[in-house]
């Protein structure tokens, strides 16, 4: 606005000369004649630069806004992203009960290819990687030289020689650092491919009635591609729900037509679309820590002693010492027999009604810090990811909360014991069976 | 030769002096071993070359500047062959006034100096002597292999430091502590003021390096290249070129039964379950050894040879960017008789002549080169060998080996352009000092950064196989991870230049290595 202003001051004060004012008036005749004669003006604009954008939106964005009942958004990794699409109790009913509809494609994506590919990839990250075959998929850690965490991600084998890792936070440079002296090439995709997670007990039989042929017989961690209305779909039996779940890895311009499908044909299940709220509270109850916020990549922690082993995250399983070279595998044998300098537990806050805290106390004082709070509608608890020193680990400790409970203008405090659970808190049966349960539309 | 056994205690890589040291050591101690490298000919830079018929020279390094005297000992090369043409060669910073100063404290040179200031006389003898006081704290970390990188070991060498730091006075020490993270350029003119004093001790620190005499941190590399050269007893020409010095280590090392081949570059290192178990040569012969140590760059060894499947990727990384693009040429001439530098005293032509009128001109110098360019005003280290050895050259005839400073990797332009350009600002320079330099010149091979790393498998040029800077030195050199001579592959160790202590030619990271890996070895 101020800028039309300033040029009609502009235009006010010099002397207007009607003639010349006319023709400079569009003249699209002449400039038809001059795209003849100069096929340059047609060229398209220059590409945007890389990070010319800090905000960013999914190619679901559109579909997803529609979905909104609350206009609640935030952002993850850069990404424009739903908080709560209706309610989160709604949401979360669906997901436990039905199925669960989320645009996940801000999940950073990197595709890795090369002749030195599966090479490449055995010295990044610390499991074993010699079972993982062509459309299966297993969750991998990845260490620097001193044995501390870098990341963790899922990792698919899409080719002899191609891979996708995906991951909460991005790690290009990592990545790139790894792949000197390989013949490897390592691409950030997540721009170009849009996921779409659907969760739930109902989630196999949606994907059965959307045409998905023998969906059920797909077992969990691996993939195939399927055809959706002629287009091609890379379906994985994948998510963080704790449950039966799939994701689908589409095009970015097909990604819209599959969402509307999906919700033609979801809708009737009692299916219902969820925000980043609901990923994160099945993620706390499924006992999956986030990378950035449950614990902190090595290169990230400006103090190293606040990055983390994988023994200290609970990786144990993603990590084989026995096997061929990889990064920080020397490290991690010196402190395989060193106690631990912390431990991320989850852990069980028994209140009926959702908490606000930070610090696990004992008897002494603070034992820890808890990074991810949700109240599990299913089990009426109160759930925590939290890093605990190792010193306050001794089987005996009795832990609690002190939490602050605000009632309109009344605040008061209330103390509320804490356990370590081991395991997920909540672990489905449903995500382990082959073939998935389908249940026919009534 | 045919090598009966394709089994030995140790294999060491690349026949540099460093290379060669390592195995006579291991040789001595009664290892078998067998020593492989990639070009025809041993010794690396330290060549003796005919540029012209009749005329031989040192072609890549000229001086023995930082050979301690136990090494020449214990490998008994004057048995083999070693024979010195000069001691102790003095060093003569040329004057265009003719008044050339000699860096000495004798009266009669100290006279000279005082002509062109008498404070900066006096201060010359204080300036030497609390330099090599400072580098007489180095001197216990440069002779010996450094303190495991264990906080306890670290502390405790420090401490040690600080103790006989403060010996020296608290005076001192604050001054030191001042000093020693500062630009020599910055002391020198603190100290000094003839422009040509400051111009040419500072080209003494900075021959080889990248840095220009401003550079924070070069006060430490003054201190540092004293305490070698102090480790050793001063520079010295060898009697027939460096090449001679290689001969001499090659037949030492022969006479402890190590196997010696040329021509017989390593593919790769074989690992096996993280440790070291031989090597595969080019030609595909492999040789069976549980140590293996190599001299040849920090990269080419892990990278190349061990590959980046057997290392963690930040190592991998930090070797990936070790800096180490050359900065000098080197001009090699065939004369017909000896040039007249005048004011030169007759016995001072075999001296080591350096050409640096001022700490502006290698400024200037250093502006250029950060360029991809080179100045008109160049800094230069001169030796004319054959006045102490006079069969290197026809009778009544010489050779002269000129170091030149801050010259580019890559000439802004490409070198096709510059390098008749560079050669006339060479001689140009020469002839302010020696008028007859032009008329003598009867043949000439200039070597460019890229040629010297193609002749003597010096990457980039450079002589260190990584900048001799404060972050690659001591336990930082070549990485955290491999100072000490020891790799994360067990039985795999590094005894080149790139390791501590680093460049000049002294041999010690060859010994020290060699101590390292029978230290090991024998715990085993």
Not at chain 1, 97 to 111: G, M, N, Q, T, W
């Amino acid at each position: 606005m101020s800028d039309d202003t300033d040029i009609l001051l502009l235009t006010d004060e010099l002397p207007l000369e009607p003639a010349t004012a006319n023709s400079q008036r569009i003249d699209l005749a002449a400039q038809d004649e001059a795209a003849r004669a100069d096929p340059l003006l047609f060229e398209r604009a220059a590409e945007e630069p890389p990070f010319a954008r800090a905000v960013l939106t999914t190619p679901l964005h559109l579909n997803v806004a529609t979905e909104s009942r609350t206009n609640l958004w935030t952002q993850w990794n850069g990404y424009t992203t739903p908080h709560i699409l209706t309610n989160l109790e709604d949401e979360y009913r669906a997901l436990r009960h039905a199925a669960a509809l989320s645009d996940v494609s801000p999940l950073i994506k990197y595709r890795i290819t090369g002749l030195d590919a599966a090479a490449y990839l055995t010295r990044l990250v610390t499991g074993n990687l010699v079972s993982l075959s062509v459309n299966e998929s297993t969750p991998v850690a990845f260490c620097e030289d001193r044995g501390l965490v870098v990341g963790d991600g899922l990792l698919f084998r899409l080719g002899e020689n191609e891979y996708r890792l995906v991951t909460e936070t991005p790690h290009l440079s990592w990545l790139l650092d790894s792949a000197i002296g390989m013949r490897v090439r390592v691409e950030d995709v997540t721009s170009t491919l849009a996921v779409i997670s659907l969760q739930g007990p109902l989630s196999c039989s949606i994907l059965h009635e959307a045409g998905l042929a023998a969906i059920q017989t797909l077992r969990p961690y691996a993939g195939h591609w399927f055809d959706v209305l002629g287009m091609p779909v890379y379906v994985s039996r994948t998510g963080n729900s704790g449950d039966l779940g799939y994701e689908l890895w589409i095009d970015p311009e097909d990604a819209p037509s599959l969402w509307i499908k999906l919700i033609e044909i979801g809708s009737p299940f009692g299916m219902s679309a969820g925000g980043f709220a609901l990923r994160e509270l099945a993620r706390v109850e499924a006992g999956l820590p986030r990378a950035g916020v449950d614990y902190l990549g090595a290169f990230a922690a400006v103090d190293p002693a606040h990055a983390s082993t994988p023994f200290e995250l609970g990786f144990a399983s993603l990590v084989d010492l026995d096997r061929e070279h990889f990064t920080g595998r020397g490290a991690l044998r010196a402190v395989r027999s060193v106690p631990p300098r912390h431990i991320l537990a989850s852990m069980a806050i028994d209140w009926h009604e959702s908490l606000q805290f930070a610090a696990i106390r004992d008897a002494r004082g603070v034992a820890g810090i808890a990074t991810s709070l949700a109240f599990s509608p299913s089990l009426g608890l109160n759930l925590a990811l939290a890093t605990l020193k190792s010193s306050a680990i001794n089987g005996e400790t009795a832990f609690y909360v002190e939490a602050e409970v605000k009632r309109e203008l009344d605040l008061s405090l209330r103390k509320a014991p804490a356990r370590i659970i081991a395991g997920p808190a909540l672990a489905l049966p449903a995500r382990h069976l082959v073939p998935a349960p389908i249940i026919q539309r009534r | 030769m045919r090598i009966p056994d394709s089994s030995f205690d140790a294999i060491v890589i690349g026949g540099g002096h460093n290379g060669l040291v390592a195995a006579a050591y291991l040789g001595k101690a009664g290892r078998r071993v067998l020593l492989l490298e990639a070009s025809p000919r041993l010794g690396g830079a330290l060549a003796t070359d005919e540029i012209s018929p009749d005329y031989r020279i040192s072609t890549g390094a000229h001086l023995l500047d930082a050979m301690p005297r136990q090494i020449e000992k214990d490998l008994k090369l004057a048995k083999h062959g070693l024979r010195y043409a000069a001691r102790r060669v003095p060093t003569i910073a040329l004057d265009r006034d003719k008044q050339h100063i000699v860096f000495s404290t004798r009266r009669s040179d100290l006279e000279i100096l005082r002509r062109h200031s008498a404070a900066d006389a006096e201060a010359y003898v204080v300036h030497l002597a609390r330099m090599k006081a400072y580098a007489a704290l180095l001197t216990p970390l440069i002779t010996e292999a450094l303190p495991s990188a264990g906080m306890e070991q670290l502390r405790a060498t420090l401490r040690k430091l600080v103790w006989s730091a403060e010996l020296m006075g608290s005076a001192s020490l604050e001054s030191f502590m001042r000093q020693l993270p500062g630009s020599i350029g910055d002391l020198l003119d603190d100290v000094f003021e003839t422009p040509l004093l400051k111009g040419a001790l500072a080209l003494d620190t900075l021959l080889g390096s990248r840095e220009g005499p401003y550079a924070a941190g070069t006060t430490l590399s003054a201190v540092y290249r004293g305490g070698l050269r102090d480790a050793s007893t001063g520079p010295r020409m060898i009697e027939g070129g460096l090449g001679a010095f290689i001969d001499a280590l090659a037949a030492a090392a022969a006479s402890f039964g190590v196997i010696i081949r040329t021509s017989a570059a390593v593919k790769r290192i074989l690992i096996e379950e993280g440790a070291a178990k031989g090597i595969e040569t080019e030609q595909g012969e492999i040789f069976e050894a549980p140590l293996v140590l190599s001299s040849a760059h920090p990269r080419a060894t892990m990278l190349g040879m061990v590959g980046p499947r057997h290392l963690d990727a930040g190592l991998t990384k930090r070797l990936f960017h070790i800096a180490d693009s050359g900065s000098t040429a080197k001009l090699n001439l065939a004369l017909d008789g000896l040039p007249t530098i005048q004011g030169l005293a007759p016995v001072d032509y075999g001296a080591r002549l350096l050409v640096a009128p001022s700490l502006q001109s290698l400024d200037e110098a250093f502006a250029r080169f950060k360029h991809d360019d080179f100045s008109s005003d160049l800094a230069m280290e001169i030796t004319i060998p054959s006045v102490n050895d006079a069969p290197l050259a026809p009778p009544g005839q010489h050779v002269m080996s000129i170091v030149v400073q801050y010259v580019p990797y890559e000439a802004a332009g490409g070198w096709e352009e510059n390098r008749d350009r560079l050669i006339d600002r060479i001689v140009e320079t020469l002839s302010i000092y020696a008028p007859d330099i032009k008329q003598r010149i009867v043949a000439g091979e200039l070597m460019l950064p890229p040629d010297i790393e193609r002749k003597f498998g010096l990457p980039g040029g450079n002589w260190y196989h990584g900048d001799m800077e404060l972050d690659q030195l001591l336990m930082f050199r070549p990485a955290p991870e491999l100072a000490r001579y020891r790799t994360p592959l067990k039985g795999l160790y590094l005894c080149g230049t790139g390791s501590h202590p680093g460049g000049g030619i002294s041999g010690l990271p060859g010994q020290l290595a060699a101590r390292a890996a029978m230290k090991d070895r024998g715990r085993a």
